[in-house]
């Protein structure tokens, strides 16, 4: 595997569902990002780990909850969804300075995307 | 609060003309520019990436140039082709965050 893969690739899920979207990079980064995509609004950022750490949380509803248990992976955690959920979930990573404000951020590289339907 | 706008929308051309996308940003501290590429149904794919201090950058038929001062940026696409239909997003990095913004994109359509 090369680049950033994420699993599943489309889901539907009822709104008492719980489930989760898995992202790997092979890159060698060190930050991983979680952004959304809807009909006809720009590119969202949910949220930002920085070596393992979340720094941003963008203003996301609880039930969404992000998980990054080492640098090569996130996870995004779905329960009691709504219908408006329904978007295109996408993963980027990204080889980042240490601290943030010093120096040149690199490119972000992104995954497929995880297409999620909330019925 | 970084707003960043693509111009057009839309657009559909005839193979090998050279097109211009354009995307303005109201906020111009920036750290750097990022031109994706995205497939319908499918994530992005990056293009080019302008540094706050570059003018422009080049890949193969690809030019994006950087006006910084005026919140500015275009993607010339050279020799078009029907491959190259997708939608073009621009997203600006700002000075000192991790947080890409976005804009909506533009739908371009290449036909032979």
């Known amino acids: 595997e090369t680049g950033v893969t994420q699993t599943p690739r489309h889901l539907v899920m009822g709104m008492t569902n719980k489930k989760s979207l898995k992202c790997e990079q092979h890159l060698g980064h060190n930050a991983m990002y979680w952004y959304k995509q809807s009909a006809k609004k720009p590119l969202e950022l949910m949220f930002v780990?920085?070596?393992?750490?979340?720094?941003e949380n963008n203003s996301v509803p609880s039930r969404f909850s992000p998980e990054c248990p080492n640098s090569s992976h996130l996870f995004l955690h779905l329960h009691t969804l709504q219908p408006e959920d329904s978007a295109l979930y996408l993963c980027?990573?990204?080889?980042?300075?240490?601290?943030?404000?010093?120096?040149?951020?690199?490119?972000?590289?992104f995954g497929p995307g995880t297409r999620l339907t909330v019925l | 609060k970084q707003e960043v706008t693509q111009i057009p929308a839309a657009l559909s051309v005839p193979e090998g003309e050279n097109l211009v996308l354009n995307c303005s940003f109201t906020?111009?501290?920036?750290?750097?520019l990022q031109w994706f590429r995205q497939d319908p149904g499918k994530g992005l794919t990056s293009l080019l990436l302008i540094q706050s201090s570059q003018r422009e950058q080049t890949s193969g038929r690809l030019n994006a140039s950087l006006d910084k001062s005026s919140g500015r940026s275009t993607l010339y696409i050279a020799a078009s082709q029907p491959g190259d239909s997708a939608t073009y997003l621009c997203?600006?990095?700002?000075?000192?965050?991790?947080?890409?913004?976005f804009g909506k994109g533009t739908m371009l359509l290449v036909s032979p």
């Open positions: 997203a600006v990095r700002r000075a000192g965050y991790s947080t890409l913004t």
């Open positions: 980027a990573s990204s080889q980042d300075p240490v601290n943030s404000g010093q120096g040149y951020h690199n490119e972000q590289f």
């Open positions: 906020d111009s501290a920036i750290y750097n």
């Open positions: 780990y920085n070596f393992k750490e979340q720094t």
